[in-house]
């Protein structure tokens, strides 16, 4: 019997291949666990063709909280680490960049209660010939707050609704929402920093133009290669793609805004159009944001799981 309602993903097989292919693995397993016998080859790699994507996303990617046992205050994600580089790139010569990140929340004033939590801003040195030295600061967003919410970040108690102790009981545990994050708030210090600190010339122009969106497509890209190509096939002919469009200054254009203004994702006829965010201060701006290129990115987890999932939804 199948009964199809909206947001149903598409069978790729009948009802009775699907029901064999599922008792072949419940067979394998429970003779496994009664005789010994070893599970068979051909069942375990496809299952790890099918899950080790999933796992370089989550784990290597993202710096999932869930996947790694991080929190909003500790763990990293090595895909803000890396944006870093992509944020500074071309530099007019080769350099070799050591990238480094850190989960914080990325409202971090010390006066607000409850959390009072210390200023955290991305760094950037030159630690010798041709060598850079990177850090950055990164928030995983799972739930969607707003600036009036949080009082423009002087309500910490909204502010610590983002805290992981309290996703794992405000996100159902059912599938019907993401694993993945909103969202990668990633604060980067800016292109024209890096020129700067690399002695070349460091005009505040060189910020122009959408610096976050091709970070995105690389993480869109990234996620359409990792998959299986049986996946990626299914994606391609089936789903609904996505497609990065121009950066976006938030309205007005201060941190609190930035903070609470999330990783847009808009509908429109043919694809789901992902609009980063973002924040750019010239280095001869206040000293509070000087130097600095915040940017809203897409993690690879999200992009992984729409192509696998979501993106193939019934529209």
């Not at 995105?216 to 391609?236: C, G, I, T």
Request: glycine share 6%.
């Amino acid at each position: 019997y199948q009964r199809r309602v909206h947001g149903d993903l598409e069978a790729d097989v009948s009802t009775d291949v699907a029901l064999s292919s599922v008792a072949k693995v419940v067979r394998a397993f429970i003779i496994q666990i009664t005789t010994g016998v070893p599970f068979p080859a051909d069942i375990l790699n496809a299952s790890k063709t099918y899950f080790q994507p999933i796992v370089s996303a989550f784990v290597e990617k993202e710096g999932s909280w869930f996947f790694t046992g991080g929190d909003d205050e500790h763990g990293s994600s090595p895909w803000a680490a890396q944006a870093q580089e992509w944020m500074a790139e071309p530099l007019p010569d080769a350099w070799t960049w050591t990238v480094s990140n850190q989960f914080r929340l990325v409202s971090d004033e010390e006066k607000i209660p409850p959390y009072y939590r210390p200023k955290h801003r991305p760094e950037g040195n030159v630690t010798g010939s041709r060598a850079i030295s990177s850090s950055t600061v990164s928030q995983l967003r799972f739930i969607e707050l707003t600036v009036t919410e949080t009082k423009a970040g002087l309500d910490g108690w909204a502010i610590i609704k983002e805290e992981k102790l309290n996703i794992l009981t405000a996100l159902p545990d059912d599938g019907s929402v993401y694993v993945s994050a909103i969202e990668i708030a990633t604060k980067l210090f800016s292109r024209q920093k890096a020129y700067n600190i690399t002695g070349y010339p460091s005009p505040a122009s060189l910020d122009d133009g959408d610096r976050c969106k091709p970070i995105n497509q690389k993480a869109y890209d990234w996620a359409l290669q990792a998959v299986s190509p049986e996946a990626r096939q299914r994606f391609l002919s089936k789903g609904f793609p996505l497609e990065m469009v121009a950066d976006e200054k938030p309205n007005p254009p201060a941190g609190p805004w930035w903070i609470w203004t999330y990783l847009g994702y808009n509908k429109a006829a043919t694809s789901l159009q992902i609009k980063s965010y973002y924040a750019f201060y010239s280095l001869d701006a206040d000293p509070y944001g000087a130097g600095n290129h915040y940017c809203k990115l897409l993690s690879p987890a999200r992009a992984l799981e729409y192509i696998l999932v979501d993106g193939l939804r019934k529209q």
